[in-house]
Every structure is written in structure tokens, then in C-alpha cells.
């Protein structure tokens, strides 16, 4: 389960990056460039709030679960 | 370490539950008013309003809460969870209160919007700061091997919170006429909250402090900086990451899915007539309001981690068969019109633009009003749709959206047992509030916005299914929550602090 647990980790980490692409490229910056208020709001909060947490939060999850943080020995 | 008799416990899920409760009611009435919130304070044709619109309904909702959640997570964690859910509840009931004395747009101008907005503000503070504070103050009260079963208790006040809303707005609307509610008879609901709050400040005020809590206050270990103990000690960051990621995230976006994903999809993309949305999904929530008890008391028999994933499974594959049934019941197009009862109208308004109103009845008794009007400036025109079901169709998705529910007490009843758990005391109020509020916050705060922009693509690119494409948000990220929830977090929970 432990090289499970750390193989998926590395799965975490390009989901990250993946879900980094779509914020920015697909949600964010065509929301921000639009000449809605609505969308402008929406791209702010899906550019500075949402793809952060994603790409840090997950990226960092993926991290620790790759160098075994999250192995049974180690809780 | 003592712990408080089963009639002490009574009082302190009361007391907690009462002012969780009061504070979900006062965030939910402006979203249930936001129609004739936007009259009144964001008129649509001023630009800078219609922003502040946007941000108060943006802002509070999500960016605020985590927020919230950090402020007076710090604060519950050094002076302690009774002192800092009362000023939440403080916060949070004078901002409901002042939201319904603020005079409108015509009246005072651009101070109207600004001021919604900040109270708003202030109100998505105050919840960021509650929820934490009623869980960990039950939890740090309930007797070991039970605190799936007593913090479910505070697990029903955000359903009973929003059911208690829509009662409330309802009885206004029935109590006067139409025009007077519109003109003054809106900001009831606001005034209500005072008096609710005014009675749960009174009761907690008489209550205790934690016992754990206060255990540690005497024995001098609790935390200095509670922010730097959470986020900045890798042992504690990886399971707020694991929290977060692997429970609030998916409980999130079944939480919203059902309760206001479905409310939205009846009345935008169904067209189901307002009042009886609001009627059958009160029903609905009521129904399933009992199972937030039964699956905390399950959990802690069976563990939390596999109702809370089961919970997120069964919404991963059931989502779109739902919505699909739930689009087919009220689709007129499957249905028999009595071609006799039609009637058709076109009226002019002062502005001399075009209204034509169609209505037609169906063989099984349902009625559909079509109004289109046609602006005399060329602007585009616009058609409103309002379907009455009959009474069979309305049991249907009672039902539908009662299952739905069902999900989400899977998901949420045993969640606050499970956060409380995972942290220690002197960081606990700190560290579950976050990745809660930002699982339920932005996850699920944002569905709305996420889940229209899927249906809008959808329907531009000629899908003949469009209106379930916005359950990919919820399925995508319940799916991703499952996976790592069901590999990373033990049943039986090792990091177990009470």
C-alpha cells in the first residue's frame, strides 16, 4: 500500500499541473479578458484564488505522498 | 480528562447548534433574496453596482470564509472556542440585522451597495469562524466513542439553517401582498435574526468553556502562534493537505450539489415555477435532515471514512441518471397539451415594449406560462419561462432530490467528528476550519459558476444532453476526493487527538 500511496503521488503532482493549464488557459484568462463583469470577478477569483490552492495544495500533497509522509510507519 | 454528563451535553448541543444554526440562516436569506437584493441596492444599468453585485455574492462565499476561518481559528485556539463563537455569532447576527436597515440605491445613492458589500463581507467572516468553533466545542464535550453522534447534531444546522430560510421568506411572502413585500416587507427576514440571535447569544453566554480546552489554558500547553503550529510544521500541513484533498473537497461539491445545484437546475434550466422549487425542496431537506444524525452515529460504530466515501461514490454514479430524470419529469415535450385551454395575449408596457404571454395546460395537469418581451430599444429580447408541475411530478423530485440529500448526509454528517479528530487541541480550532472552509467555500462555492460555464459550452457546441455537462465539476472533483480519501486516510484513525 506504502508504494501505492507514493506512486500516486506522482499522479497529484501532474494532475496539478494539469489542473494549472485548464485555470489559467481554459477558465482564467478568457474570463479575465472578457468584457463582462460577472466573468471578470469570476476569472480574478479562478486565476488568484482557486489555481493556486490547486497547483500548491495538490502539488504539495503529491509531494508528500511521494517521499512517504503518508506511509502506515510513518503516521 | 472529565467529560460532560449526557444532560450537560444536551445543553451544550443547543446552545452550539442554535447559533450555528442562526448563522447558516442569516448567510442563506440573502442568497435566497438576491433577486430582490439587486433591485434594491445593485441596479443592473450601473455598472460599478452590478460589480459590487457580482463581488458580494463572489466574495463572501468564497474568498472571505478560509479567512474567517484563520482569524478566529487563531483566535478560538488562544483564548479559547466559547469567547470566539460568540463574537462570531455577534458578527454575523448585526450584519443580517443592518443588511435589512440599509436604505435602498434611490434613496442614498452608491453608499447602498458598498455598505451590502461590506456587511456581506463581515457575514462570510463570522461563518468562516463558527463552524470550527460548534464542532470542536460539541466534540471537546462528547464522551469518547460518540462524537460522530453529538457533533452530527451541529452537522444539521446548515440544512435546517437554509430550510428555516426559505420557511421564513415564504411565510413573509404569504403574510402580505405582493407590492409589499417588495417595497419593505424583504428586509423582515433580515430583522428576524436579531431576535434569534439575541436569545442564542443569551444561552451561550451561560456556558462553559471546553473542558479540554480549558485543561490545557490551566496546564499552560496551549498554542502561542496556532497559524505557524498548523501550516508551518510539516507533520500538522500534511494532514490539513490530506483534510483537505481527501474529505472536504468532495464533501464540498456534494453538499452544494445537492442543496443548491439542484434548486438552481429546477428553476433556471427546468423552469419550474419559484415557490414550488422552494416548497418541495423544503420538504426534501426535511426528510433527510434525520440521516446527519444517523450517519455520525454510524460512524462511530463503523468508522468515518467509509460512509464519507460511500456518500461520495454513490453521487459520483448516480448524479447524472438523477438529473436526467429530473429534466424528464417536468419536460413538456413528453407531454399531451389540451390545445382547448390555450391562451395567448400581447400587451404593451409603459415603455411601449412588446409582452406576449402564451399559456397552455397539459392532460396531466400541468401548466406552462411563457412570457416574451420585446424591447421597443432593439435591445434582445428576452423569454421567461414558469412551469407549474402537478402534484405527482412534484413527489417525483421530491424524492429525487431527497436521494440527493441522502448523499450528502453520507458525506457530511460524520465530518465534523473526522477533522476534530485528526488535529490536536491546541490547533484544532485553527487547523480543520481551513480546509473545511475552503473545501466547502471555494470546492463548493464555486460550482455554480464552474457547473454554468459547462452547460453554456455544452449547449453552444449543440449537445443534445447539455443540462447535465455542469455535473462534470462535481463528478471530477468528488471522483479525484474518493480516490485519494480511500488510499491515504485510515478507518481506524491513528492520529485520534481526543
Redesign the interface.
Known amino acids: ?1 506504502n508504494t ?2 507514493q506512486i ?1 503521488g506522482v499522479l ?1 503532482i501532474i ?1 496539478a499541473a494539469a489542473a494549472a493549464y485548464f485555470c489559467v488557459f481554459e ?1 482564467g484568462l478568457p474570463k479575465l479578458l472578457s468584457d463582462q ?2 466573468d ?3 476569472g480574478i ?2 486565476l488568484f ?2 489555481t493556486p ?1 490547486i497547483v500548491l ?2 502539488g ?2 503529491g509531494y ?2 511521494v517521499i512517504g ?2 506511509n ?1 510507519k510513518k ?1 | 480528562m472529565s467529560k460532560t454528563s449526557t444532560k450537560g451535553i444536551w445543553k451544550v448541543i443547543s446552545a452550539s447548534s442554535m447559533g450555528t444554526m442562526i448563522e447558516w440562516y442569516d448567510f442563506y436569506i440573502f442568497g435566497s433574496l438576491a433577486v430582490v437584493i439587486s433591485t434594491k441596492f445593485f441596479p443592473s444599468d450601473n ?1 460599478t453596482a ?2 459590487l453585485s ?2 458580494a455574492t ?2 463572501a462565499g ?2 472571505v470564509r478560509p479567512f474567517g476561518a484563520l482569524f478566529f481559528g487563531r483566535l478560538g485556539d488562544i483564548i479559547g472556542r466559547k469567547y470566539t463563537f460568540m463574537a462570531t455569532l455577534l458578527l454575523m447576527g448585526g450584519s443580517t440585522f443592518l443588511i435589512g436597515c440599509i436604505p435602498s440605491y434611490e434613496t442614498i445613492g452608491f453608499m447602498a451597495p458598498l455598505l451590502v458589500l461590506i456587511l456581506r463581507l463581515l457575514q462570510g467572516l463570522a461563518l468562516g469562524g463558527e463552524y470550527g468553533g460548534a464542532a470542536t466545542y460539541v466534540a471537546e464535550h462528547a464522551p469518547v466513542g460518540q462524537k460522530g453522534y453529538w457533533t452530527s447534531w451541529i452537522q444539521t444546522t446548515a440544512t435546517v439553517g437554509l430550510f428555516i430560510s426559505l420557511m421564513v421568506i415564504l411565510a413573509t411572502k404569504n403574510a402580505l401582498s405582493p407590492e409589499d413585500f417588495d417595497s419593505w416587507g424583504w428586509r423582515v427576514p433580515f430583522w428576524v435574526s436579531i431576535v434569534m440571535v439575541g436569545v442564542s447569544y443569551l444561552i451561550r453566554k451561560n456556558m462553559d468553556e471546553s473542558p479540554v480546552f480549558a485543561k490545557a489554558k490551566k496546564e499552560g500547553t496551549t498554542s502561542k502562534n496556532p497559524l505557524k503550529e498548523s501550516f508551518g510544521n ?1 507533520y500538522n ?2 494532514f490539513v ?2 483534510a ?2 481527501g474529505a472536504t473537497m468532495g464533501q464540498g461539491v456534494v453538499w452544494y450539489t445537492g442543496q443548491f445545484y439542484a434548486m438552481s437546475f429546477m428553476k433556471t434550466v427546468m423552469n419550474v415555477d419559484s415557490s414550488q422549487v422552494d416548497t418541495l425542496l423544503g420538504i426534501a431537506l426535511l426528510m433527510g435532515t434525520p440521516f446527519f444524525i444517523f450517519f455520525g452515529w454510524l460512524s462511530d460504530k463503523v468508522g468515518r471514512k467509509y460512509i464519507m466515501m460511500s456518500g461520495m461514490l454513490l453521487a459520483i454514479l448516480f448524479y447524472r441518471p438523477i438529473y436526467k430524470m429530473m429534466y424528464t419529469t417536468t419536460d413538456v415535450s413528453y407531454k399531451t397539451e389540451i390545445t382547448d385551454k390555450r391562451n395567448q395575449s400581447i400587451d404593451t408596457n409603459k415603455n411601449n415594449d412588446k409582452i406576449t404571454s402564451i399559456s397552455k395546460t397539459y392532460t396531466d395537469g400541468t401548466s406552462y406560462i411563457e412570457k416574451k418581451t420585446d424591447f421597443a430599444d432593439k435591445k434582445e429580447a428576452q423569454t421567461h419561462i414558469s412551469i407549474n408541475i402537478n402534484s405527482s411530478d412534484e413527489w417525483t423530485l421530491i424524492l429525487l432530490v431527497f436521494i440527493q440529500v441522502l448523499f450528502v448526509t453520507m458525506v457530511y454528517g460524520p465530518i465534523a467528528a473526522f477533522l476534530v479528530e485528526m488535529f490536536p487541541t491546541k490547533i484544532r480550532y485553527t487547523s480543520m476550519s481551513l480546509p473545511y472552509h ?1 473545501g466547502n467555500g ?1 470546492f463548493g462555492g ?1 460550482l455554480p ?2 457547473s454554468t ?1 459547462f452547460v453554456t459550452h455544452a449547449k453552444q457546441a449543440g449537445k443534445p444532453d447539455f443540462y447535465l455537462d455542469g455535473l462534470w465539476y462535481p463528478i471530477i472533483i468528488a471522483s ?1 476526493c474518493f ?2 480519501g480511500m ?2 486516510i ?1 478507518n481506524k484513525n ?2 485520534n487527538h481526543l
Request: hydrophobic share 70%; net charge positive; glycine share 2%.
Open positions: 500500500m501505492i500511496k500516486l497529484w494532475l477558465f463583469q460577472d471578470l470577478v469570476f477569483i479562478i484564488i482557486l490552492l495544495g495538490l504539495t500533497f508528500f505522498a509522509e503518508y502506515d503516521k | 455598472p452590478a460589480f457580482t463581488l463572489f466574495a468564497f474568498v510539516r500541513l500534511k493537505l490530506l483537505l484533498f475552503v471555494i464555486l459558476a464552474i460555464y479525484v480516490v485519494i488510499i491515504y485510515d491513528k492520529t
